[in-house]
Each structure stands twice: as C-alpha cells, then as structure tokens.
C-alpha cells in the first residue's frame, strides 16, 4: 500500500526566503505526482503535476522535481510572499490504483 | 468552465438521519472521484467513477454509504444513517483521463 510523507509538518519563514518542502512515498511504481494548495477552509488548488517519465515541472516562483527511484519529491518555492501562507499537499497516482494517495500536508507560514 | 460544483457547502444534521452530497463533474471529464478529509485521517479516496461506473470503492467505509453517478453530470454521495464520526470535509474532483484532478470547494458535513 502506497504511503505518502511530507516533511516538515509546518514551516515558518520570513517573506523573500527560497524554500523546499519534501514528499516522499514508499513505492515507486507510479503514475504521476501532483502538489495542490490548501487555503483554510477552502478546497485543493492544483499546483503542478509531474508525469512518472518527467523530472520536474515550473510555473512561476514554483518548482516541483520528481526522483521515482528514490521515491522523493520536492517543491521549491522562491521569493516566498505572504501570500504563500497556506497547507502544500503532496497526492502520488498509482499505476494500479487510479487514485491519488495524499501526505498529511506542510503548513507553510510567510512572515511579512 | 465553472470547475466542479458541489452542493450543500455545508451540512448540519442530527445522528441517525440520511445525508446526500452533489457533485457536479466539469463536463468532459471522464474520472469522478469522492474524498474525505479529516484531521485524523487526512485526505482519502473514497470511491471513484469512469464513465459514470464505480470503478474501485474500497474506501467507502461501511454499507451506510453509497456513491451513484446517473450520467456524466451529476454523482451523488449518500450517508444513511449518519454517525457522529461520519462527520468531515467531503470532496468531490473530477479528471479528463485520469490525469490532473480538480478539486471542487468540498462540503463540510457536521453529524451532532
């Protein structure tokens, strides 16, 4: 079964800063990975999603890069903006498994 | 396009009685999914749709609940009875070939 963990938990920095939050999941046979935005009380926002065959994808001051055989994830957010402040989800689609298995979240916090 | 409508966005309801969540899928796609997110528990899938057939739901918790999709605008998620513990934020996310997924704004259901 698919597990998905996302390190840290919560973050707090001050507005400018360039940071990295990290996903990783237990196996590798997947099908893609996306990472969403949480606002409080509100649905998922979908934020990038990096195909099994990709290595990364950009929008904007976001990065997301994709390591399938060492099963690790990370998004790169730069020039951080208080507007940032929000819960990044991480979802990894399985191969077998049409579903999106998500981690419990970081909770990024950007300080004006 | 409006993006995926679900409706109540919130719910109140005593123990015991039946609850129906709506969802209307972004037209097009062919991939309806149910989620359900808790503090405990996070976000997890609970059943999911191609062409309007249940695919795969293994992750409806018990027979108090049942998913239908009787065309490809419209599904509905019914609880009955409601239990306390039923109580969440279900979502309800759509994908033109099980891709990307989007996100409706989520119903909050409140079980007292």
């Known amino acids: 079964k698919q597990e998905v963990t996302q390190i840290p938990a919560a973050l707090s920095v001050p507005e400018g800063e360039n940071l990295v939050l990290n996903c990783s999941f237990t196996d590798s046979a997947i099908y893609n990975l996306q990472w969403f935005r949480q606002d409080p009380g509100k649905g998922l926002t979908s934020l990038l999603l990096i195909q099994s065959s990709q290595r990364e994808q950009t929008s904007g001051r976001l990065n997301a890069s994709l390591d399938k055989s060492s099963g690790r994830s990370t998004l790169y957010i730069a020039a951080s903006q208080p507007g940032d402040s929000a819960t990044y989800l991480c979802a990894v689609g399985d191969t077998g498994r049409r579903a999106l298995t998500f981690g419990s979240g970081t909770r990024l916090q950007v300080q004006p | 396009d409006a993006g995926v409508i679900q409706s109540p966005r919130h719910e109140v309801t005593e123990m015991g009685q039946e609850v129906t969540l709506r969802c209307k899928p972004i037209s097009g796609h062919d991939y309806l999914f149910w989620y359900r997110q808790t503090m405990m528990r996070g976000l997890e899938l609970l059943i999911y749709?191609?062409?309007?057939?249940?695919?795969?739901d293994s992750g409806m918790p018990e027979d108090r609940f049942s998913a239908k999709m009787p065309n490809a605008s419209f599904s509905t998620l019914k609880i009955q009875p409601s239990e306390p513990r039923d109580s969440a934020v279900y979502f309800c996310?759509?994908?033109?070939?099980?891709?990307?997924?989007?996100f409706g704004p989520g119903t909050r259901l409140t079980v007292l």
């Open positions: 996310a759509s994908s033109p070939d099980y891709n990307e997924q989007f």
């Open positions: 749709f191609n062409n309007n057939v249940p695919i795969d």
